[in-house]
């Protein structure tokens, strides 16, 4: 087969690598994502401790540090010095706060499956839970397994391993696991009652689900006011005695990936723990909010001092914080009004006070601010050109913070008088990190194909008044339930990201980056964007209008749009291709959907396309693959062939049918690697090889083409 191909391509094939002039950007791809990411930002329940994991180019550490308290040095309670991709997570700290317990291993996204091993090492990875002192001298394994919770008493642990729930004391050295009891369904969010008699935890059971209490004194199990729906999201009362939960209607609407604005409205309970009668406080009505929506936090339901739950619902067509009385009397109050969305919650340890995350007043960022818990005005604690996400609250009343801006990534600091923030751990910023060389990406709004107003952030290389046309990439986030943000991003995949475009900003390409409909922040109805996804893929219509925004600009080559993202954002660059080839010139498709009747058999065990052949034929009609025949433009595909969220067949596909017309594509897997990259390398590699196919086939460092015999699916 006769493909075109690149001088620069065909010297890459041949093991040559080229410099090439409009490579000498400002800073290497290594040192843009130097940087360490922060996450699990948490406060010690006891004293002004606060701990998060910091992710050091693949190292992953836990940091413990005391903010304004400059006689108390930061320290890490592990030092992992190899980027190895083995994960860590479920951290928790022991009710004194001198201790911290975490998981090392597993799949923490679907932690019911094998320990993904990436880096191939021959032992392979196990899920094991480590305790480890502040202080030190208590260092130790406890058991296999995840999901660590600590009795209020700091005697216990329970935890999970197998599908079933353990215990193990934390004072023996020498204790051995123990299983707590025999449990069907899926079990999960362990919850020690205050008075730490009691155990709570959901058992998920495919079509319905309940709320189960195990007692200690009685080696008892018991199931809450059990019914036909679901029940999640458990939480005790103060006094031990009661716990309010979710329960929602089971959904028979059918396939995942479509709009679902209504549906048979959600309740809360709250049920007796000595008897297991329950009663309504609360009820959903019909329309906006009548289905479930979670905020970002783990927790959902809070129980506060003066009696009242707090919940988030979206009634206004915006995720609010609500607040009810736990007897069910009066109605339930908006804590939060206004047109934006509430996403990272925290309770005070006194239970009056709530600090949240949220856009109110600045749509594509977040900004921190505080409610009581009774109700009444909330007030900003952060605002200006930053992000300030996942904030917590200090036993004195102090607040916390993950803050990052247009520069620097996620980091921890304490908000000050006044909404200052002070850093917590500046020093773990690397000395050539380039910060001051990094753009600051500009808000802007265009309409999609359909007219509808199409939020983004415009990336502008350093060069781009210089009156001249320059090529462009649209990037496509994934999720779909994300919005991309006018700075660093909270969520690591996204950070990456935010990297990435930055790079290619550094290259001299201009970068759209596009929060497309079904994505959070712009309220319900944009989120459940009618005939989205597998209903119709109606975010082609944004797609076409990022396309056409970049050629109506002056400074953009028209000619020389490329179009890059992962996961949805890999479905949305393949849509591009196949649709649109004479818009998009070249794409990289990380691990994107390619056929919706394939990925929701990934979602929904029970899925059958048969069943509901009309349904498959619009799922179909919305994939990439059917219309791969008038798919003419290059692309690059990656994936890592141990994805838990994309099939790998979906890449599989894909090659074959661009393969046999003869569609130019280069390929790159990794071999068990995940769906999020767990090898900072992989990342390396994944977006070095992008980069250099943008360049050769849109960049500023075209060359002439040549003609060569090449097989279609080169790498």
């Given at each position: 087969m006769i493909q075109r191909i690149t001088a620069v391509a065909f010297a890459l094939f041949a093991g040559v690598l080229f410099l090439r002039p409009a490579e000498a950007q400002s800073f290497t791809l290594q040192q843009v994502m130097s940087a360490p990411f922060s996450s699990g930002l948490q406060a010690a329940p006891a004293g002004r401790r606060v701990l998060w994991i910091a992710n050091q180019q693949g190292r992953r550490n836990i940091y413990v540090a005391e903010p304004g308290n400059p006689n108390v040095p930061l320290h890490y309670l592990i030092l992992n010095s190899a980027d190895d991709g083995v994960d860590i997570g479920d951290v928790t700290w022991t009710p004194d706060g001198a201790k911290v317990l975490y998981v090392r291993g597993g799949d923490l996204e679907f932690p019911e499956r094998p320990s993904p091993n990436p880096d191939l090492l021959p032992q392979g990875v196990a899920q094991e839970i480590w305790l480890?002192?502040?202080?030190?001298?208590?260092?130790?394994?406890?058991?296999?397994?995840?999901?660590?919770?600590?009795?209020?008493?700091?005697?216990?642990?329970?935890?999970?391993?197998?599908?079933?729930?353990?215990?193990?004391?934390?004072?023996?050295?020498?204790?051995?696991?123990?299983?707590?009891?025999?449990?069907?369904?899926?079990?999960?969010?362990?919850?020690?009652?205050p008075d730490g008699k009691l155990l709570a935890f959901t058992s998920r059971r495919e079509d319905h689900g309940f709320i189960g209490i195990y007692s200690f004194a009685d080696q008892a199990l018991r199931y809450l006011d059990p019914s036909t729906e679901i029940d999640?999201?458990?939480?005790?009362?103060?006094?031990?005695?009661?716990?309010?939960?979710?329960?929602?209607?089971?959904?028979?609407?059918?396939?995942?990936?479509?709009?679902?604005?209504?549906?048979?409205?959600?309740?809360?309970?709250?049920?007796?723990?000595?008897?297991?009668?329950?009663?309504?406080?609360?009820?959903?009505?019909?329309?906006?909010?009548?289905?479930?929506?979670?905020?970002?936090?783990?927790?959902?339901?809070?129980?506060?001092?003066?009696?009242?739950?707090?919940?988030?619902?979206?009634?206004?067509?915006?995720?609010?914080?609500?607040?009810?009385?736990?007897?069910?009397?009066?109605?339930?109050?908006?804590?939060?009004?206004?047109?934006?969305?509430?996403?990272?919650?925290?309770?005070?340890?006194?239970?009056?006070?709530?600090?949240?995350?949220?856009?109110?007043?600045?749509?594509?960022?977040?900004?921190?601010?505080?409610?009581?818990?009774?109700?009444?005005?909330?007030?900003?604690?952060?605002?200006?050109?930053?992000?300030?996400?996942?904030?917590?609250?200090?036993?004195?009343?102090?607040?916390?913070?993950?803050?990052?801006?247009?520069?620097?990534?996620?980091?921890?600091?304490?908000?000050?008088?006044?909404?200052?923030?002070?850093?917590?751990?500046?020093?773990?910023?690397?000395?050539?990190?380039?910060?001051?060389?990094?753009?600051?990406?500009?808000?802007?709004?265009?309409?999609?194909?359909?007219?509808?107003?199409?939020?983004?952030?415009?990336?502008?290389?350093?060069?781009?008044?210089?009156?001249?046309?320059?090529?462009?990439?649209?990037?496509?986030?994934?999720?779909?339930?994300?919005?991309?943000?006018?700075?660093?991003?909270?969520?690591?995949?996204?950070?990456?990201?935010?990297?990435?475009?930055?790079?290619?900003?550094?290259?001299?390409?201009?970068?759209?980056?596009?929060?497309?409909?079904?994505?959070?922040?712009?309220?319900?109805?944009?989120?459940?964007?009618?005939?989205?996804?597998?209903?119709?893929?109606?975010?082609?219509?944004?797609?076409?209008?990022?396309?056409?925004?970049?050629?109506?600009?002056?400074?953009?080559?028209?000619?020389?749009?490329?179009?890059?993202?992962?996961?949805?954002?890999?479905?949305?660059?393949?849509?591009?291709?196949?649709?649109?080839?004479?818009?998009?010139?070249?794409?990289?498709d990380m691990h994107g959907v390619h056929d919706w009747n394939l990925e929701l058999k990934n979602w929904q065990a029970d899925f059958n396309p048969n069943a509901d052949p009309n349904a498959a034929r619009v799922a179909w009609e919305s994939s990439p693959l059917a219309y791969v025949k008038d798919w003419r433009s290059p692309v690059l595909l990656i994936q890592g062939d141990d994805d838990r969220n994309v099939q790998f067949a979906n890449t599989v596909r894909l090659t074959a049918a661009l393969r046999a017309q003869g569609t130019p594509f280069e390929e790159h897997v990794f071999p068990d690697e995940i769906h999020g990259f767990l090898l900072h390398r992989d990342w390396l590699t994944a977006y070095t090889l992008s980069a250099d196919f943008f360049q050769r086939y849109i960049g500023t460092a075209r060359i002439q083409t040549i003609d060569t015999t090449a097989h279609a699916g080169s790498q």
């Open positions: 480890e002192s502040v202080q030190g001298g208590d260092d130790r394994k406890l058991a296999d397994g995840r999901a660590p919770e600590v009795s209020p008493d700091g005697a216990t642990v329970a935890y999970m391993n197998g599908g079933q729930i353990w215990t193990i004391a934390l004072r023996d050295a020498a204790a051995k696991p123990v299983q707590l009891f025999h449990g069907r369904g899926t079990l999960g969010s362990l919850s020690w009652s999640s999201h458990p939480v005790w009362s103060p006094d031990s005695q009661h716990i309010a939960f979710v329960r929602i209607p089971p959904d028979t609407s059918g396939v995942s990936f479509k709009p679902r604005r209504e549906a048979q409205p959600w309740s809360i309970r709250v049920a007796e723990a000595a008897t297991g009668e329950g009663r309504e406080v609360w009820h959903a009505h019909t329309g906006p909010g009548s289905v479930f929506h979670e905020t970002e936090t783990e927790q959902q339901l809070f129980w506060s001092a003066s009696d009242r739950i707090i919940f988030p619902w979206e009634g206004s067509g915006w995720l609010h914080l609500y607040g009810v009385s736990a007897s069910g009397r009066g109605e339930a109050i908006d804590l939060t009004p206004g047109e934006f969305e509430v996403d990272h919650v925290a309770f005070s340890k006194d239970r009056k006070t709530l600090a949240y995350s949220s856009n109110q007043g600045d749509i594509d960022r977040r900004h921190i601010w505080e409610v009581a818990a009774a109700g009444g005005s909330p007030r900003p604690l952060t605002h200006g050109d930053g992000l300030e996400v996942t904030p917590v609250i200090l036993a004195d009343g102090s607040v916390v913070v993950l803050h990052a801006d247009a520069r620097v990534p996620m980091r921890p600091a304490m908000v000050l008088n006044g909404s200052a923030l002070q850093d917590i751990a500046p020093q773990l910023i690397p000395e050539d990190y380039p910060a001051a060389k990094l753009v600051t990406p500009q808000q802007v709004i265009f309409s999609a194909a359909d007219g509808l107003q199409i939020h983004g952030q415009l990336f502008l290389p350093a060069n781009a008044d210089d009156g001249k046309r320059h090529p462009a990439v649209v990037f496509f986030h994934g999720g779909s339930r994300r919005q991309m943000l006018l700075g660093w991003h909270y969520m690591d995949y996204y950070s990456n990201a935010y990297a990435m475009n930055q790079y290619l900003a550094s290259l001299g390409f201009i970068v759209l980056s596009v929060n497309y409909r079904s994505g959070i922040g712009y309220g319900l109805d944009f989120r459940e964007a009618l005939n989205y996804g597998a209903a119709g893929a109606s975010e082609f219509n944004d797609v076409l209008g990022a396309g056409v925004y970049l050629r109506g600009r002056a400074d953009v080559d028209s000619a020389h749009i490329g179009v890059w993202g992962g996961s949805y954002g890999g479905y949305l660059t393949a849509m591009a291709l196949a649709k649109a080839s004479d818009l998009f010139a070249a794409g990289v």
